[in-house]
């Protein structure tokens, strides 16, 4: 049936559609007084009737050929239901493949510029201004270099403990990309996320990453930039970045101590 093409509505009794027959005005009487009557009770003038018809085919009961009609639009809905919930299933995976980083335990760069444009969103309601920390392992290609892939991606999974020991239970740290670490500071205005670089400078220093029976110094350097002012999330890694370069110190080449050393 075509739900987009008007089907007549037929009222039908026991003995099919009634037909539209000429009546002599005594059985109009007749007819009148019956319906007044039926009006008066408050009863349907089509109690007792086989409901109706919908292009042709009776809706009152299950007839053969409702019940097949039925039959066969639910085997074409399940299907459809099956490749829905596998649909669900796919976005889920995506979803948490784009928050989460491929291997790091925090979140990847995706997931940290919602985060990040969540709070400059709602800057108004955060007084003082939050602070955005960018980090940067400075020896991280060199670590690449001496060592291999394998060991890069070590030491940046260490990178992540050390970062995350030094966060505030409010915090949100999440990996920016390649060698790069950001840092939001919801409670910190622009001195104390300072005093927090140093601190996160100090806990990088002195907690080396072990690596085949060596310990790896790690060296970073850090930008901050207030988010006081700021419209958008790569508006606020620009300025972290600008002052990253204008402040951190020449990478200098690590030292590969001995482990225990």
């Known amino acids: 049936m075509d739900v987009n093409k008007a089907e007549a509505v037929i009222p039908v009794g026991q003995g099919g559609p009634r037909k539209d027959q000429k009546r002599s005005p005594e059985e109009e009487q007749e007819n009148g007084d019956q319906t007044n009557g039926e009006a008066l009770s408050g009863e349907s003038p089509w109690a007792g009737t086989e409901a109706f018809a919908v ?6 009961g299950m007839s ?12 074409q809905i399940e299907p459809l239901r099956a490749e829905v919930e596998q649909a669900r299933g796919r976005e889920a995976h995506f979803k948490e493949l784009a928050e989460t980083h491929s291997f790091l335990p925090m979140p990847g760069r995706r997931e940290f510029i919602r985060e990040l444009t969540h709070v400059i969103n709602n800057l108004e309601h955060l007084s003082p201004p939050p602070s955005l920390i960018l980090l ?3 020896n991280a290609d060199d670590v690449r270099r001496r060592f291999g892939r394998k060991a890069l991606d070590a030491m940046l999974v260490h990178a992540c403990a050390v970062i995350d ?12 990309g390649g060698n790069d670490f950001g840092i939001i500071l919801l409670v910190a205005n622009h001195e104390l996320a300072r005093t927090m670089v140093e601190r996160i400078a100090e806990a990088f220093g002195a907690q080396g990453f072990p690596w085949q029976g060596a310990t790896i110094p790690l060296e970073v350097v850090a930008g901050v930039a207030s988010l006081a002012n700021i419209e958008t999330s790569e508006a606020a ?3 972290a970045d600008k002052d990253l370069m204008g ?6 080449e ?3 101590l001995p482990e225990g050393e």
């Open 237 to 239: 890694i620009s300025k």
């Open 247 to 252: 402040t951190g110190a020449p990478p200098v």
């Open 165 to 176: 020991s030094q966060l505030h239970p409010t915090d949100v740290a999440g990996s920016i």
């Open 55 to 60: 292009g042709g085919v009776l809706a009152g």
């Open 254 to 256: 690590a030292e590969v």
């Open 64 to 75: 053969p050929q409702i019940q097949q009609a039925f039959e066969g639009l639910a085997q």
């Open 136 to 138: 940067h392992i400075a």
